[in-house]
């Protein structure tokens, strides 16, 4: 897996090349819904904060449906499934098809491309063949693409072309992520906190370890901790390590420095994951970085950082309960 | 404290009575937004999932500002803060007020009142004196009767009244805050699992046992945590106490079954929560269960439930980087 990592750069610049198929512009357009889970989830994730500063609000939905109420004539659906076959995704596409046609798809395959096929949807083929984890910037790059040739200007291609550039860094990716992993090897359950601005870089970070090193995490936001989560700390039995996320707003920076001061006072090893750039280039940056030493923490480990037995089984069961969802 | 929860009954008999102040109607109203942290923030995240049957879709912000682009002239604001003097809510609707006059206020006191008189805003003002954390349904309650005079209905009058009722049941709330209690009480570091559709209530239960019984907790929300979350329990080394919360939905109640199940397979104790009635039900009784089961583990760990000390550091470190606040 680590190979496909260490290629992102090459893979995103293909992906800047990948064709928009059935692109038209969609009039009157005032919000986007993605829907998709996991790997391709954390793709909406990002997309919602990286355009908090443009015209158009995004709104992710990781179900096996759509609220009705989301969806009106001036929403535009955005289905991500790297495999084209969650379930999730393609059930919640379909609910959203009664609603309307204003919806376009990301997949490498399965059932989601025959929907934008049948459909003349707006849609885009990515590279087949990777885990979902690893294909993150092969989603999230085009995704820009497709949704400017729809007529929704998110960010202009030139600072997406700049972002990319940054995955050109493998040294740099390489030595922060050996100093996570020897910062997080001996743990058993760490913490990753930031800002709600990069929450979806802390879901990722999260996300990486329990699947490529088969390790629970916990997420916590703030400002939102410091009302609740930050109490269960003042007596707590279990003390373990925490992966900080620095932001690139001074006063998330002064809230994230409180929080680690505070944390490492009660005997809580702190690691300060200190990005730069835009905030594109920190999510991609900072995936990149987690997807190394969550690998590497496998292989320590002498874990399978590829298997993912645990989502099989799920998925296999899921055949079971098929006919309990209705459209 | 554990006198407040016990009372909530009264406490929202009284809210349905409250005077909605500046009431009106404000028309072409399609969503709601809700600025709000902690204990008045998960009234927004309840008011989302009641609405998704709703013709209004609501989307929560918890940070010191909301985005420009989710307010638009069809956006109806609803800012809560029990003290009314949460900075994060006070900027955010500050910010809010920028772009729209659509917004209501439920406070006790404090500057975010000062801000809906002198605005001419509806506002509600509720019970004062209790930790906000127990003012839960008579900041709820009130909000569904604040936003019907406005002209947005989200449940009828009849099916509040209803809800109310089952707070009546403190032997049950009592019987089951003591299963629960018996069962996580030499938990370090409890997990609680829910729906998506009852993440407002998993949220909920956890920010009780951090600010009353001072324990960290982790929550998990499915199907999202069958695409990772569950790949991290392959080769944990801590594996503590899970609380699930039942659904009112069949094939919610299959996952919650099988990840239960998945979990108890790999050394997990498992709890199940069990609800009945509406979602709104399910939602204040399993707050006045977790309510009562939190003191109680506070009272056996020989912690003051009420005292929050760190939250009281925040906002003092607040005060002093307060300046970095611009609107």
Not at 250 to 269: Q, V
Request: neutral net charge; contains cysteine; charged residues 20%.
């Amino acid at each position: 897996m680590l190979e496909d990592y260490i290629k992102w750069y090459e893979y995103s610049l293909e992906a800047l090349n990948y064709e928009v198929i059935n692109a038209r512009l969609f009039n009157g357009i005032k919000k986007i819904v993605v829907l998709g889970m996991g790997g391709s989830g954390i793709v909406g994730d990002m997309l919602a904060s990286i355009a908090s500063t443009s015209n158009y609000p995004v709104y992710v939905y990781k179900d096996f449906y759509v609220p009705r109420n989301v969806i009106d004539d001036s929403t535009f659906v955005l289905s991500i499934s790297y495999s084209g076959n969650t379930l999730e995704t393609i059930l919640s596409t379909k609910k959203a098809l009664q609603y309307t046609n204003a919806i376009a798809i990301i997949a490498s395959g399965g059932e989601l491309l025959e929907i934008a096929k049948s459909n003349n949807l707006p849609y885009i083929i990515v590279r087949g063949g990777l885990a979902p984890r690893a294909a993150l910037p092969i989603m999230l790059i085009p995704a820009f693409k497709l949704l400017s040739l729809c007529g929704i200007e998110l960010i202009s291609n030139q600072e997406l072309l700049k972002a990319v550039d940054i995955l050109r860094n493998i040294d740099e990716a390489e030595k922060i992520g050996a100093e996570i992993l020897g910062f997080i090897k001996s743990s058993k359950l760490p913490i990753v906190v930031s800002s709600l601005r990069y929450a979806a870089l802390a879901i990722r970070i999260k996300n990486e370890f329990n699947e490529n090193s088969k390790i629970p995490v916990k997420v916590e936001i703030l400002p939102e901790l410091f009302h609740n989560d930050i109490v269960g700390w003042e007596a707590a039995e279990f003390k373990d390590k925490a992966i900080f996320i620095d932001s690139d707003i001074e006063h998330e920076n002064e809230l994230i420095n409180f929080y680690a001061d505070y944390l490492r006072d009660i005997g809580i090893d702190i690691y300060l994951l200190k990005l730069k750039g835009s905030i594109i280039e920190r999510f991609i940056f900072g995936s990149l970085i987690a997807g190394i030493a969550s690998v590497k923490l496998a292989q320590i480990r002498g874990i399978d950082p590829l298997k993912t037995k645990s989502i099989t089984m799920y998925k296999k069961m899921l055949q079971n309960i098929k006919s309990l969802f209705t459209l």
